[in-house]
């Protein structure tokens, strides 16, 4: 009996051992259940978070887009502006010839005048000696008369004298007979004069309006000549205008090429497009304008410019690392080339501005 009561004492402990057993095993059931219910919670949310995730990426990639038709956009500004300053340069040769041609005219305006105050000096001249002539054979006719007159008063005194003056008649006569020629002489002459100071007037009425034609033409070229120079200076301003206009468009369109390429790599990377190959630092917009174009042949030696060349070949080196780190499944290095793309692309612009700052109106 004693063993009876002793087995049941014992069956009774493993009961409550046991109840104790299934309340501590229903404990922890009770918590796995509960972390099991967290961790199903967490990963929905993960699974939230990442469908977030591929959604934002999808907003970015088409913010890409946007910024594509931006940097398409301002290279078209930028062409045009460029287009139009060549224009203009034509149009600034054409200035240069007018301003030479007017020159031209101006200088043969001005030899005009030189001649035509050399012909005013020589008729002048000519009126000044036709006037001496004519002065001459008034003295010349005045002697004729004088001769004549003697020459007759001889012819009398001859007669009165009988045959004692006929050869002093003869002479007389023949002196009246010279008196008259050179009377008649003297006339043709003095005609011949007057014809020489008439048409030396209309010479000389001829050359003053000349050479008030030729100052006339000298004015109006040096009036013609002021106004071009003002357009060409003008031009030069809207050339100088629109080439930094045309310089700091491109600049912008290459901050959008960058961020648009950068955008291009993490695109690569959220889609593993690994084997597609990405342009070099040379092959770029920028690249050919720095190292072919534009600006290698106006800006190279500005330190701002040269200051693009490195970091500029370290974002396109660095993105392309990544690439290839994260084609190898290497998270921590294409990390770190992320980083080195995008402080090499902040120091690109930063150059980029400066240059800008140095290309002013």
Request: hydrophobic share 40%; glycine share 4%.
């Amino acid at each position: 009996m004693f063993f009876s009561s002793a087995l049941k004492q014992r069956i009774k402990e493993l009961e409550q051992q046991m109840q104790n057993e299934r309340d501590t095993y229903a404990q922890k059931l009770a918590t796995m259940e509960s972390e099991l219910s967290a961790a199903r919670t967490q990963l929905a949310e993960c699974e939230g978070n990442t469908s977030h995730g591929s959604e934002l990426i999808s907003y970015q990639l088409r913010g890409g887009e946007m910024l594509n038709s931006i940097r398409f956009g301002l290279a078209d500004s930028a062409e045009t502006l460029i287009n139009e300053r060549k224009e203009l340069k034509k149009l600034d040769d054409i200035f240069s010839d007018t301003r030479e041609a007017l020159r031209r005219l101006s200088e043969r305006a001005r030899l005009i005048n030189d001649q035509a105050t050399s012909s005013m000096d020589a008729a002048n001249v000519l009126d000044k000696t036709a006037h001496g002539i004519s002065q001459l054979v008034s003295s010349i006719q005045e002697i004729s008369d004088q001769t004549n007159l003697l020459a007759l008063n001889a012819a009398i005194e001859a007669a009165r004298a009988g045959s004692a003056g006929r050869g002093f008649a003869v002479v007389a006569d023949e002196v009246r007979n010279l008196a008259s020629k050179t009377h008649s002489a003297s006339e043709q002459v003095e005609n011949l004069v007057r014809q020489v100071i008439s048409q030396t007037e209309e010479i000389k009425a001829m050359v003053d309006k000349n050479q008030s034609s030729a100052m006339d033409v000298a004015a109006s070229s040096n009036q013609i000549d002021h106004v071009v120079e003002t357009v060409i200076d003008r031009s030069d301003h809207m050339q100088q205008v629109i080439k930094v206009a045309a310089t700091h468009s491109f600049l912008n369109t290459v901050k959008l090429d960058h961020a648009v390429w950068k955008n291009d790599v993490y695109n690569r990377i959220d889609k593993k497009k690994f084997n597609e190959e990405v342009n070099m630092h040379t092959e770029c917009r920028l690249g050919k304008w720095y190292y072919e174009g534009y600006g290698h042949k106006h800006y190279q030696n500005s330190s701002s410019f040269r200051a693009i060349e490195k970091p500029h070949k370290e974002v396109h080196e660095s993105g392309r690392a990544a690439l290839k780190a994260a084609a190898a499944g290497n998270v921590a290095e294409m990390l770190r080339y992320l980083d080195r793309m995008e402080t090499a692309s902040l120091e690109v612009v930063v150059s980029i501005e400066s240059l800008m700052e140095e290309v002013k109106y």
